[in-house]
């Protein structure tokens, strides 16, 4: 048999500015490229393996679950293949089919999908109205001592930290506290967060956290992080009967290979960049400011903006897209004349995306060209 033409190359998204929020905070720093390389074998973390993948120490795979563990505030830290199976792993170890999860109204759909694989109830704590769509701790209070009242149990507290629709901060601290003053386990999705901004499990009252290699720490991924308080240690990483090394709920072993080598190589570069979440926030802040100079672009979720990921509504943009010949694809084009990609094709009515780990320069240039697109076709809007 002869394979068609699969064309595996990314020189269009390599050589622009791509403003694709999923994407901002996956990208390998040059050590963590190496160590692709190092580890593009199949099974190549196997090597020195004693029966289990988060006991190897050559390379030292052990050393770093102990300092990713220390860097979220959590007792234990294994890998697993992204935030949705940590999730998954946390809600089979702890519920049994029929029991509830509590989530927020802005949770992503893998938290939807681990509750229903695991034959859960799911009870949402509603967001505020449009434009802010804020999950506060009050909203959680609210529904437990409803269902409270209804005499229904909770098996499981979960919050999206930050959510991937508008990318608004949830007040972790606060609804642990809830979950915790309720006697309920609390899983905090950090997908969006761990790797970009600080993280304090225990702090916050957090007893599981998951987080995304390839979303936020700069890893190639498949690969996410669960991080364990040891009072579920027991219970979560519970050995096999069978073969008693093996960690049932991670089947053995999770995500390994070039996924957990990048990941690894990429941990001195996230501490780092974590230090610097300020400045990203800033950075946004002034993006956003720029970008509101268009007539009618403005930013949805709570402001002033607290993340990287931004969804602006842009009716302005949408008016001209019903006149202009490309229809909405004009705007696709014409910032991929100035370079920058990310933005769907014909997406004109609102969009998400995010500038971060661009330089302020960067920012400016593509602010400006946004503005030059809006002024170039002024006379077509509405
Ligand atoms: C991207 C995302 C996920 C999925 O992460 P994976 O590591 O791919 O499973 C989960 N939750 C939120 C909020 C996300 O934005």
Same mark, same amino acid.
């Given at each position: 048999m002869k394979c068609q033409d699969?064309?595996?190359?990314r020189q269009t998204e390599r050589e622009n500015l791509n403003l694709n929020p999923l994407q901002r905070g996956g990208v390998l720093p040059p050590e963590s490229r190496q160590a692709l390389y190092e580890f593009?074998?199949?099974?190549?973390?196997?090597?020195?393996?004693?029966?289990r993948l988060d006991q190897i120490?050559? =390379?030292?795979i052990n050393s770093f679950l102990e300092d990713m563990a220390s860097f979220i505030g959590a007792d234990h830290a294994r890998t697993v293949h992204g935030a949705r199976e940590g999730k998954f792993a946390v809600m089979h170890a702890l519920c049994r089919p029929g029991d509830t999860v509590l989530m927020d109204g802005?949770?992503?759909?893998t938290s939807h999908l681990a509750a229903e694989r695991n034959g859960l109830n799911i009870v949402e704590v509603p967001s505020s109205d449009d434009p802010e769509y804020r999950i506060d701790a009050e909203g959680y209070q609210e529904t437990l001592d409803e269902l409270n009242d209804m005499g229904e149990d909770v098996s499981l507290v979960l919050l999206t930290?930050?959510?991937?629709?508008?990318g608004n901060v949830t007040d972790a601290r606060a609804i642990g506290k809830i979950a915790h003053d309720s006697g309920i386990p609390f899983l905090l999705n950090?997908?969006?967060s761990m790797g970009r901004m600080p993280i304090d499990a225990e702090k916050w009252n957090v007893d599981f956290v998951v987080g995304s290699g390839h979303k936020s720490?700069?890893?190639?991924? =498949?690969i996410g992080i669960l991080g364990v308080q040891e009072e579920w240690a027991d219970m979560v990483l519970k050995r096999s009967n069978?073969?008693?090394?093996?960690?049932l709920e991670m089947m053995g072993c999770s995500s390994r290979g070039a996924p957990i080598a990048t990941l690894m190589a990429s941990l001195p570069h996230i501490i780092d960049r974590v230090n610097q979440w300020d400045v990203e926030v800033e950075k946004t802040r002034y993006f956003v400011s720029e970008m509101e100079k268009i007539s009618g672009v403005r930013q949805i979720?709570?402001? =002033?903006?607290?993340?990287?990921l931004i969804r602006f509504e842009t009716p302005f943009f949408h008016s001209i897209a019903g006149k202009h =010949?490309?229809? !909405?694809?004009y705007l696709y084009e014409e910032l991929k004349k100035r370079?920058?990609? !990310?933005?769907?094709?014909?997406?004109?009515?609102w969009f998400k995306c995010s500038t971060y780990g661009y330089s302020q320069e960067q920012v400016h240039y593509i602010a400006n060209s946004f503005g030059e697109i809006a002024a170039k076709y002024r006379e077509m809007a509405d």
């Open positions: 699969y064309s595996l190359n593009s074998d199949g099974y190549s973390i196997c090597d020195y393996c004693a029966g120490s050559k =390379p030292s802005n949770a992503h759909y930290h930050v959510d991937g629709d508008y950090c997908a969006y720490m700069a890893a190639s991924g =498949p069978r073969h008693q090394v093996k960690e979720g709570v402001r =002033p903006t607290e993340h990287d =010949p490309r229809k !909405g694809f370079n920058i990609v !990310g933005i769907k094709r014909g997406q004109t009515q």
